[in-house]
């Protein structure tokens, strides 16, 4: 025997949906059992989901995954099988990998290395399993292996490296190689962030070809528990060479990808290697499971890719085929019947509905309408909708809230942009609402509200007004509100709370305007491949940001209200994602940008820590959004900071004194 059949499925999973989850994971076993797959790695936490947070911490949860695993083991018969669930042993939680060999359960192999930055919490749930330890736990009424093990299956060796095991400086790899392991699974839940898939594909290749073995990655697919998107991707390396790659962002609720690898190849690269010297200690922790392997024929390896995969618009692409994922299954996960913009003809709520339309034409076009529908099948009247058009139209609601300070331009933009998508659309006045508030508190003061004295309250009675009708609208169409803002708002607080900050979901929070608009102008005139352009996006791209809530003689714009969004996403960079000091900000984008004066950048880096300091609570109440890449603000994921703070005053100080300093110099 030198040639295996190897696999591993992408599965699209939701927390503590046991029905469900059994159901992919099943799925993708008896897939892989059609196509000739002998070794199948199945994502980590793949039983429960990942993303259970504290339930993790329920008795019941780690009960309910014994039983559940039960029931799929004899699925496994004829196959070796990895899957992920939480292990109780020694009254601490484990993060494990189940290892199932042909219809029986073998052992459990441990998280070495947990994941605890950024929006990963693992060690609040689990311990780490320390190095080359090999114990048994009870499950079920019977003892079984747990550790740093290694299973021999009919003399193929099969070792892991979980998730951040792979990511870190002291990989468990090196171990397994020494070990004389053939192939080493990787289960992973690994979120999706810009950029990041080709680190892991190095990550894989390299790791092939450092420890001479078939490597076999897996990930979780689509929007699991609300924010995190996981792209999904499977990649198998054989010696230093790809062999295989799945699908990354499809709606499928699983992808199964397989290649043919030869042991003897990478043994003997392997024994090839000068440096190798094997752990001849006779104590590496091997499970022997006897399995026989039927050798198989070889394989060119074909490595298939999407078109978009090699696009020079990769960043583009990828952000609307995540946020794309993440909508459809935010839908259907939380069994909403559409969703709901409010639409102001601007560049953020625009792009809002624009991703709305996408989503259902790519979803539509890899599943076609019966398992779209399918999908969507607790949605009254979907099925009777037979094109794309149809089905955007059931599914998106765009509504135009006017008041005596809108333009003629921005309404007939939001109705082009809603139109072109085929989104249904409204519009109506919010001035009556607008007056009777006003006279109301009016009447409560003894005076009249004025421009020149109640500015900021005026602006934003106008954008709270609207928030009660489109919600009444989103639910009576059991429909799900989506909120318009973005980063580089959040970073600032330039959103009214209770007004453009209201919905359910607010799918854009999470990528800075700057990065938006270009998005927007490359959506008008090439857009994502296989959809195309829409260009009534160019009634949009020619006006300049504005909230419209001054009157229109103020000739209001985002920009002159805060500062050039090109340079507050620099500071914001800068100072929330590099932990820069505000004079040290200071220096980076007086380099940066050397167009502008040294006061205007004095004032614009002030404002933003002010106002970054003033609005951490507003940032504490938007609405969950995706995490897209490490420059994310949410609160609750990502980016902590109190919301009563000194503000920064001495750094500011600080700055003012560096910045008195240079202009004298100068």
């Not at 070495?112 to 609040?124: D, I, M, N, Q, T």
């Not at 583009?316 to 409010?342: N, P």
């Not at 953020?348 to 019966?370: I, K, P, T, W, Y």
Request: net charge neutral; hydrophobic share 40%; proline share 5%.
């Amino acid at each position: 025997m030198t040639r295996i059949r190897i696999g591993a499925a992408v599965l699209n999973q939701t927390p503590l949906d046991w029905y469900g989850n059994q159901k992919n994971i099943v799925g993708a076993m008896e897939e892989a059992r059609a196509a000739g797959v002998r070794i199948l790695c199945l994502p980590e936490m793949c039983l429960t989901g990942y993303g259970c947070e504290d339930a993790f911490h329920s008795p019941g949860v780690v009960e309910t995954a014994r039983r559940v695993l039960g029931e799929i083991v004899p699925h496994s018969a004829g196959m070796v099988v990895s899957l992920g669930l939480p292990v109780l042993h020694r009254s601490a939680l484990f993060n494990c990998a189940a290892v199932l060999v042909d219809g029986r359960l073998r052992g459990f192999v441990a998280k070495r290395f947990l994941a605890g930055e950024g929006l990963h919490y693992e060690p609040r749930w689990f311990k780490p399993w320390p190095r080359g330890v090999r114990e048994t736990v009870a499950f079920g009424g019977a003892e079984y292996p747990i550790g740093d093990l290694v299973f021999d299956c009919g003399g193929v060796r099969i070792g892991f490296e979980i998730c951040e095991d792979a990511w870190v400086a002291a990989r468990p790899g090196s171990d397994l190689s020494l070990h004389g392991v053939d192939v080493i699974l990787n289960p992973s839940a690994s979120h999706f962030a810009f950029g990041k898939f080709e680190v892991r594909k190095r990550m894989v290749i390299e790791g092939s070809r450092a420890f001479n073995v078939s490597y076999v990655y897996t990930n979780l697919l689509g929007n699991e528990a609300g924010r995190i998107i996981y792209d999904g991707g499977v990649l198998i390396a054989s010696a230093g060479r790809l062999v295989a790659q799945g699908p990354r962002f499809s709606f499928a609720p699983r992808c199964l990808t397989s290649a043919v690898i030869d042991v003897t190849a990478t043994r003997m690269s392997h024994a090839r290697t000068g440096s190798f010297q094997p752990a001849l200690t006779g104590d590496d922790g091997v499970v022997d499971c006897p399995l026989p392997w039927p050798d198989v024929e070889p394989e060119v390896p074909r490595i298939e890719v999407a078109p978009w995969e090699g696009s020079p618009r990769l960043k583009e692409e990828e952000f609307t085929r995540a946020v794309a994922l993440g909508l459809f299954d935010y839908l259907r996960k939380s069994r909403s019947h559409g969703f709901v913009v409010s639409t102001s003809g601007g560049a953020d709520s625009s792009a809002v509905v624009c991703l709305v339309g996408m989503m259902v034409a790519l979803a539509s076009r890899e599943l076609g309408a019966q398992r779209f529908c399918d999908a969507l099948s607790y949605i009254p009247g979907l099925r009777d909708a037979p094109t794309e058009a149809d089905r955007v139209r059931r599914l998106l609601h765009g509504v135009y809230q006017a008041s005596v300070n809108s333009s003629q331009a921005t309404r007939e933009a939001a109705q082009a942009v809603v139109q072109a998508v085929g989104g249904e659309m409204s519009c109506m006045s919010i001035d009556a609402m607008v007056r009777h508030y006003v006279a109301a508190v009016e009447s409560i003061l003894g005076r009249k509200l004025a421009w020149e004295t109640d500015d900021l309250a005026l602006q934003n009675i106008q954008a709270r007004v609207r928030a009660p009708s489109v919600w009444l609208l989103a639910n009576v169409k059991k429909a799900l509100l989506l909120s318009t803002s973005n980063r580089s708002e959040a970073a600032v607080g330039y959103a009214t709370m209770d007004g453009d900050t209201a919905g359910g979901l607010s799918p854009i929070a999470g990528i800075d305007k700057a990065f938006l608009r270009k998005w927007l102008r490359w959506l008008e005139t090439e857009g994502p491949e296989g959809l195309g352009p829409i260009p009534a996006l160019a009634a949009v791209n020619r006006l300049a940001p504005t909230a419209e809530l001054r009157p229109q003689e103020a000739c209001q714009t985002d920009e002159d209200d805060l500062m050039p969004y090109a340079v507050l996403d620099a500071i914001e960079r800068a100072a929330i994602r590099d932990k820069q000091s505000p004079i040290e900000t200071f220096r980076l984008v007086r380099s940066q940008f050397p167009e502008y004066t040294t006061d205007q950048l004095h004032l614009w880096v002030g404002r933003f820590f002010r106002l970054w300091c003033q609005n951490q609570w507003k940032r504490e109440r938007y609405a969950p959004s995706f995490h897209l890449d490490d420059e994310n603000l949410d609160p609750k994921t990502w980016c902590r900071f109190p919301i009563l703070s000194g503000g920064f005053a001495r750094e500011l100080e600080e700055l003012r004194d560096y910045v008195g300093g240079l202009k004298t110099r100068e």
